[in-house]
Every structure is written in structure tokens, then in C-alpha cells.
């Protein structure tokens, strides 16, 4: 019997740049549409996200029996955007959270009272529970797996407690775990604690506690100690994939060393939020990409003695520095936040990489998610081969 050719999708993290992946996934279903596909139609098989990409990962998931509607209402959510709604943004909000934390860090040593109750993060992302719980209908997402609309989901965390990074799936299909260095899966009842877990940016919002094999440890963003945000996906059984970036995936070389000056704590928090945030996904494209060429000069009898096998993948990822659209928008935020971030230079043009992640206003979103949609109608030809539509038919109108 044949078995058709599994597509993956792969959601990477972000935080507020996964409006990015949303732009892209619009243009992209309109191009299938165009070419004679319906909108109800689910092209991905396998769902994989991470961080932000995680929610937006498992809100699709929940809608492979429609996943045009899904997209649409995830494609609302990203567009009416307020920060409120990931994270208590009033004075007083503020400052239980990150006025008490920085206070923390600075004079918490002479305090002892905040040894026994320390603040757990710079933001309190309570809000985000009930968005969560509002847009993401688990039952369907196990009616979806069970009538085989979709293959399997995977959404991973870091976990503070072990020191491993975990991807959590759940399927229907008999597929065995994978443990490779520092990395591990586990079948799992994909839930709001895990979405809490995957988006937990360091340091900004709190660990969530999840039990991994009866044992409970607090994890934090999937995007940290991510070596292969690509191998999910491989391993639930894709056989092509689609990968969509949250940061620009090569950087021109920087010609500002003669008026350098010296970083702003946003500027290295930024940095090191790109380190973790976008990094990987380059690296593990290269590795894709090394591995593919390899099988391509093997013969079949030597490519029946590996396990490795060529993966099709099609990469989109933004065209533009997203710090830099962020830079024009950090005056959408709510005062509180717009105070504290500016203490540390986050509302600055060389600090804005640090509010790129943060800024979960509707003016940034919407920019982020048009962007999207440019660079993937620009690759029109690319999302057709890669789907199998080599030329679109004309578009019928009654």
C-alpha cells in the first residue's frame, strides 16, 4: 500500500515575532487556494512548535479539521494584539513583578525576607493563561488525531530541573521516543502548561512545573539548549518540511565600529535572547542541508545502510530585521512597561531587539504579520513546488 509523503511544519520560537509565522502561513494558504486546494484542507500532517510558535503550533492542531478557520481566528488574535493579554502591563502589575525583581537583584541582599519569597520573573504572564484557555479547544485536537486529520503534534520546553530539552508529542500513531545528548521526547496530553512551559522566555516570565516521566521539574522556553529545532518533526515522521524563522537567518556584517558605543543591558539581553531565539535554526539547516548532498552521492545499497534519509525542506524567514520594526512601535506600549523597559534601554534603536520579543501591541503584529505575507507570496513558485502544485490552474469564478 503506498503511504503518501509526510509534511511537517515547524513553528520556531519568538515571542511577540511569531505575528511573523502567522503573515507567512495566510499568504501561503492562499496561494493553495488559488491553486484549486479548499481552505478547510490541513496541508501539514505533523505540527511542531516552539515558545511562542508552540501556541501558535497547537492552535492549528486544534483546527486540522478546519484548518482554514483555525488560521483565521489565530490570524485575529495576532491582529487585535494587546500586551494585557500576555502579561499584567498596570502599575501595579509592574511593580509586584519586575519593579520587585530588578529591586531584587540590586539590594536583595540586605533584605531577608525576600530570600524565603524571591519573585519568580520580571513579568507576571497570568494574563496568558486565559487566552490560552480561551482559543485552544484540546478536544478537538483529539477528535483531529484520532480520525487521522493529523499525524502528530510536538511542542518542546527546557527543563531548569534536569538541564535537558524535552519535546513533548502526542499522536495517535505508534512512535517510539527519542533520546539523543541533552535531548529527549515524551508522549504526552498536550495542555496549557505545556504552552506555559515552551513560551516562558528566561528571566521575563516564570517556570511552569510539568511531570515528565512522574518526576516534576519547572521548565522554561523551548528555544533554549535547542540544538535541532528541525528533528521533531523528522522524528514523528515527516518526510518534507516546512520551516518557518522568527529572525533573519543571515546578518550582514555590522559597519558601525567606529561610533560603537558601550551596550545598554537591552542591547546584551537582546543579543543573548537572539542567541537563543534564532541561532539554532541556521545551524540545523546547514546540518539538513550537509546531510541531504551526502545521501544524494550515495548509492541505494549505501544509503540502505544508515538511517539517515533526505529531507525536502522549504524555508521562509523574515526579509527584514524585525528589532529594527520593533524600534518604531515601542511607544504602543503601555506606560509601566515603556518605563521599565526604558530603564534599561529597550525603547532605543540599538536595544530594541530585547522589545521585539515583548511587544505584543497590534500596530508591531500587524506589521510583522504583512511582512510575512510579502516574503511568502514573493516565493510563490518555491510553495507550489514544495506542495506538489507545479503550475496553478486559473482560478474558476462564478
Same mark, same amino acid.
Given at each position: 500500500? #503506498?503511504? !503518501?509523503?509526510? *509534511? ?28 484549486? =486546494?479548499?481552505?478547510?484542507?490541513? !496541508? ?17 492542531? /486544534? #483546527? ?6 483555525? &488560521? ?19 502599575? &501595579? ?7 520587585? =525583581?530588578?529591586?531584587? &537583584? ?15 520573573? &520580571? ?6 493563561? *486565559? ?19 493529523? #499525524? ?14 524535552? *519535546? ?37 516570565? !516564570?517556570? *511552569?512545573?510539568?511531570? /515528565? ?18 528533528? !521533531? ?16 537567518? #543571515? ?148
Amino acid at each position: 500500500m #503506498h503511504n !503518501p509523503k509526510k *509534511t511537517g511544519l515547524v513553528l520556531t520560537g519568538g515571542g511577540a515575532r511569531g505575528a511573523y509565522q502567522v503573515g507567512v502561513l495566510k499568504a501561503v494558504s492562499d496561494i493553495l487556494c488559488e491553486a484549486g =486546494w479548499t481552505a478547510e484542507r490541513n !496541508p501539514y500532517d505533523i505540527i511542531c512548535g516552539t515558545s511562542a510558535g508552540a501556541i501558535n503550533a497547537t492552535a492549528l492542531a /486544534c #483546527h486540522a479539521d478546519n484548518f482554514g478557520e483555525g &488560521l483565521q481566528m489565530v490570524l485575529k488574535i495576532w491582529e487585535n494584539f494587546s500586551v494585557e493579554q500576555v502579561y499584567r502591563a498596570d502599575s &501595579l502589575g509592574v511593580l509586584r513583578s519586575g519593579a520587585r =525583581w530588578l529591586s531584587l &537583584l540590586s539590594f536583595g541582599w540586605l533584605l531577608r525576607r525576600w530570600h524565603a519569597n524571591p519573585p519568580n520573573s &520580571l513579568l507576571d504572564n497570568t494574563p496568558l493563561v *486565559t487566552l490560552l484557555n480561551r482559543m485552544l479547544n484540546f478536544p478537538r485536537l483529539d477528535a483531529a488525531l484520532l480520525d487521522g486529520k493529523l #499525524h502528530a503534534l510536538a511542542v518542546t520546553a527546557s527543563s531548569y530541573t534536569g538541564g535537558q530539552h524535552i *519535546t513533548f508529542y502526542q499522536s495517535e500513531a505508534d512512535i517510539a521516543p527519542w533520546i539523543r545528548t541533552q535531548r529527549v521526547s515524551m508522549r504526552a496530553q498536550i495542555g496549557v502548561e505545556h504552552l506555559l512551559a515552551s513560551s516562558a522566555i528566561p528571566l521575563m516570565f !516564570p517556570a *511552569t512545573p510539568l511531570y /515528565c516521566d512522574g518526576r516534576r521539574e519547572f521548565c522554561g522556553d523551548g528555544s533554549m539548549r535547542q540544538l535541532a529545532p528541525i528533528s !521533531p518533526a523528522i522524528h514523528l515522521g515527516a518526510d518534507k518540511v516546512f520551516v518557518i524563522g522568527a529572525g533573519r537567518l #543571515h546578518e550582514p556584517a555590522s559597519d558601525s565600529a567606529a561610533t560603537a558605543r558601550y551596550p545598554s543591558l537591552a542591547q546584551i539581553a537582546g543579543h543573548a535572547m537572539s542567541s537563543i531565539f534564532l541561532d539554532s535554526l541556521a545551524v540545523d539547516i546547514e546540518r539538513m542541508n550537509r546531510i541531504n548532498l551526502t545521501l544524494s552521492v550515495l548509492s541505494a545499497a549505501q544509503r540502505s545502510q544508515t538511517q539517515l534519509r533526505p529531507v525536502e525542506m522549504l524555508i521562509i524567514a523574515p526579509s527584514q530585521r524585525l528589532d529594527e520594526i520593533a524600534s518604531r512601535h515601542t511607544g504602543s506600549l503601555p506606560k509601566p512597561i515603556r518605563m521599565m523597559l526604558a530603564g534599561i534601554g529597550a525603547t532605543e534603536v540599538r536595544g530594541a531587539a530585547l522589545a521585539s520579543y515583548l511587544l505584543f501591541e497590534s500596530s508591531y503584529t500587524s506589521e510583522l504579520i504583512a511582512l510575512g505575507e510579502r516574503d511568502a507570496l514573493a516565493r510563490r513558485a518555491d510553495v507550489l513546488a514544495f506542495f506538489g502544485v507545479a503550475t496553478a490552474p486559473p482560478q474558476s469564478r462564478s
